[in-house]
């Protein structure tokens, strides 16, 4: 048969490419979907069940039982008045609390109390956690509070300015409780959210 009979198929380089096409793409495919799966478990690891936050590696302790920890162990008490609603809380827990080794430094210096502020969704607040809220006169979003064991005069945070200056005002707090000296309000404010 002649070659340009159209009867005849014709045989040419181009007759494996939609073959070999087909097998890139379906690698491709299955690479793909490994690598979602692995991004998925490995970012689901450090989340939140149920929540787009990453986990806090800080282990809060109840209110309940950190003053006599605080007495136990010589370490101050550091509370985290904190509300789901607020911008710069959230910003702080992914920066520094979801942070291993800022989570690791707070964990070993302090006895952490996370006060989460729920009258925006429940109308109110337990008891035990507006008291805090009323004791340390907390008006403002995030407000981080060190109070040295024997209950001295505690240091008040306001606002969140980074990682790192809050990782320093902590620090400087978490000596100066230690030692004893006085305290106040060395460590300014920041930018914040209002509590009502």
């Known amino acids: 048969m002649p070659a340009d009979d159209p009867g005849v198929p014709v045989r040419g380089p181009s007759r494996g490419t939609p073959r070999v096409l087909l097998w890139v793409a379906a690698a491709l495919l299955v690479g793909r ?97 507006e008291r805090l809220f009323t004791h340390f006169n907390v008006d403002a979003f995030p407000t981080l509070v060190v109070v040295r064991p024997d209950g001295g005069e505690p240091v008040v945070m306001s606002g969140y300015g980074g990682r790192e200056e809050t990782l320093r005002r902590l620090i400087e707090a978490g000596v100066e409780a230690r030692s004893g000296m006085g305290a106040g309000d060395p460590m300014g404010s920041r930018p914040g959210a209002r509590r009502k």
Not at 53 to 69: K, L
Not at 90 to 118: C, G, H, T, W, Y
């Open 33 to 129: 979907v490994a690598t979602g799966v692995y991004e998925r478990r490995h970012v689901e690891s450090h989340m939140l069940p149920g929540s787009i936050q990453p986990a806090d590696r800080v282990a809060w302790r109840p209110i309940a039982s950190a003053e006599a920890e605080a007495r136990e162990s010589h370490r101050p008490i550091l509370y985290d008045f904190t509300a789901e609603w607020c911008p710069p809380c959230q910003k702080m827990r992914r920066e520094v609390f979801s942070d291993p080794s800022s989570a690791d430094r707070i964990n070993r210096m302090f006895v952490p109390v996370r006060v989460l502020d729920r009258t925006r969704e429940e109308g109110k607040n337990a008891p035990e956690v």
